[in-house]
């Protein structure tokens, strides 16, 4: 990073502040130390071919570093001058010169010194003697470290052993808590990061819809000779099927410098959209039936047709790192159809967008999140009864059991919603998850609303705070694994289910910023049903 612009000083005081309040009061003024392995260059089993280096996310937020096979020794103490300036001591890999001629090197000792916000850098061989000084000058210290687990890299035992061998007091048990509790909330600086993040993959999703909508309108044209003579060129490039609208999502994020895509792209064409984390993205868009005299494996420029795409829904649930932040986005958009939603995808589209809606009116510091989980299942009911999808007390041979509370109780909408309407959003799609939904939650008292399943999987159950950054990702789903359950269910219009049942799945999801008087949308793609409908017809 250009100067010093990550604020790593202030996110190790924040995080051991938080440490502090987990500590025993009779630990809390005593000095605390914190030693951190950065990650490892990972390479493919078996083989010295590297593969993506991304840095460990609580490394990073308490260094600011993205060197390979770094470490971190930090040390403060409650009530002194470490306080407000503790030490940040930061170790990287020397540059050797086998290595330089296989990669680029690290910076340099000065380099990094200028760049990164800490007190001091220098090279591993230096670890040892740091962590002797340290003993000696606190011999009273609680040294903190990472659990001990394939989750996290692991610190070599000739570093942890330096500690060990003075009987100093090294603990697991403190120092990812506190992590978690403070990356919670984010400072402006990490919000300015998730935005870019966000502006990048917002483009990246409107560049599929756009070319979608090119395609509708025969734009993309393949001049002389290719694919049969020469490559297609990225001009010539039609979507008609999973892998190359990832392909067009992910090549646009790299061309805007994003490193690496936050999580596994979905990308679900037709039915596929049910499956919630549908990573394979291999299969073609659903096509039309084969006529007489055409071969389902044919080139498609030796002859003087085009297919017909089946109308159905292209969900794309995808978003990329900006140095080391994430965006998580989603839009369902139209395909086949002269890209526009058939009525019943269209319904299920505005249903998912109402309940999006809603919760968006809803934000602000102090409401429970639980409520805004609750709240999409209530506008959900409400949807699928408007539809006819649920019974209402006036279907026929129907009664007060079918009541909009009646359904609600019931946990039947689960199996149409059966996630959780977002999460909390930083270095991790899924951030910090100790904090986010913590085992002992004094926050969640008394019978949950609605129904227990509503929140099985909701991985965010605390009260709103300024500084959160949540996604707000309402859904519906027509899973046939998930509908068996319930397909004699009392509440259903079962001839009605049919009829959406092809629609496949439906999710919108935007990432936000919870503010002092409610939120900011950090994701720029419009989702306006009329919108989606005019760039994926090539209208707009």
């Not at 003697?129 to 990472?146: G, R």
């Not at 909330?185 to 917002?202: F, Q």
Request: hydrophobic share 40%; with cysteine; charged share 20%.
């Amino acid at each position: 990073m250009a100067g010093k612009t990550y604020p790593a000083q202030q996110h190790v005081i924040r995080t051991f502040t938080k440490l502090i309040e987990l500590l025993p009061a009779t630990e809390q003024n005593k000095p605390q130390i914190a030693l951190l392995a950065g990650e490892v260059t990972p390479f493919r089993n078996d083989t010295d071919r590297e593969m993506p280096f991304r840095q460990e996310s609580n490394f990073f937020y308490l260094s600011g570093c993205r060197v390979p096979s770094s470490y971190l020794l930090l040390t403060y103490q409650n009530g002194t001058s470490l306080a407000n300036h503790p030490s940040s001591h930061l170790f990287i890999p020397k540059a050797e010169l086998a290595d330089i001629m296989w990669s680029v090197p690290p910076p340099s000792l000065d380099e990094a010194s200028a760049t990164h916000d800490v007190t001091r850098v220098d090279h591993p061989a230096a670890l040892p003697d740091a962590i002797q000084e340290l003993v000696k000058a606190f011999p009273e210290a609680i040294v903190h470290i990472l659990p001990s687990s394939h989750l996290f890299p692991t610190i070599p035992s000739q570093y942890t052993g330096a500690f060990l061998a003075s009987n100093a007091h090294v603990t697991e048990d403190y120092l990812l808590s506190a992590l978690h509790r403070a990356r919670l909330i984010k400072d402006a600086e990490e919000v300015a990061l998730i935005r870019r993040a966000n502006e990048i993959s917002s483009r990246a999703h409107e560049v599929v819809m756009r070319v979608l909508g090119q395609g509708v309108r025969g734009l993309i044209t393949r001049g002389k000779g290719a694919g049969t003579e020469r490559p297609l060129l990225p001009s010539e490039w039609l979507i008609q099927k999973e892998a190359e609208a990832e392909a067009l999502f992910v090549a646009s994020c790299r061309r805007e410098d994003a490193e690496h895509q936050a999580y596994l792209p979905i990308v679900a064409a037709s039915t596929r959209a049910s499956t919630l984390h549908y990573c394979c993205n291999d299969r073609e868009f659903a096509w039309g039936p084969v006529n007489p005299d055409d071969h389902k494996n044919c080139n498609e420029l030796a002859h003087g047709h085009d297919r017909a795409l089946n109308p159905q829904v292209l969900l794309i649930d995808a978003g990329c790192e900006w140095k080391c932040y994430a965006a998580d986005i989603t839009r369902t958009m139209p395909v086949g159809n002269g890209g526009k939603f058939t009525p019943e995808a269209r319904a299920i589209y505005e249903l998912v967008l109402e309940m999006q809606r809603l919760s968006f009116e809803a934000l602000k510091p102090g409401l429970h999140w639980d409520a805004i989980q609750f709240l999409c299942h209530r506008t959900l009911v409400r949807g699928f009864q408007r539809l006819g999808i649920f019974k209402t007390p006036e279907s026929p041979n129907s009664g007060s059991w079918n009541a909009e509370e009646a359904i609600l109780a019931s946990g039947v909408s689960a199996a149409f919603f059966p996630h959780g309407v977002g999460h909390s959003l930083g270095m991790d799609v899924h951030d910090v998850p100790s904090a986010s939904k913590p085992e002992q939650n004094e926050t969640i008292k008394g019978i949950p609303l609605g129904h227990e399943s509503f929140y099985t999987y909701l991985r965010l159950r605390l009260p709103l705070e300024e500084g959160m950054v949540v996604t707000v990702e309402p859904g519906c789903y027509f899973s046939p694994h998930l509908i068996a359950p319930v397909r004699d269910s009392k509440h259903i219009d079962q001839e009605v289910l049919k009829r959406y049942e092809s629609v496949g799945g439906v999710r919108i999801e935007d990432v936000v910023l919870i503010t002092k008087d409610g939120y900011e949308n950090l994701t720029t793609v419009r989702s306006d049903t009329e919108w989606v409908e005019k760039v994926c017809s090539g209208e707009l």
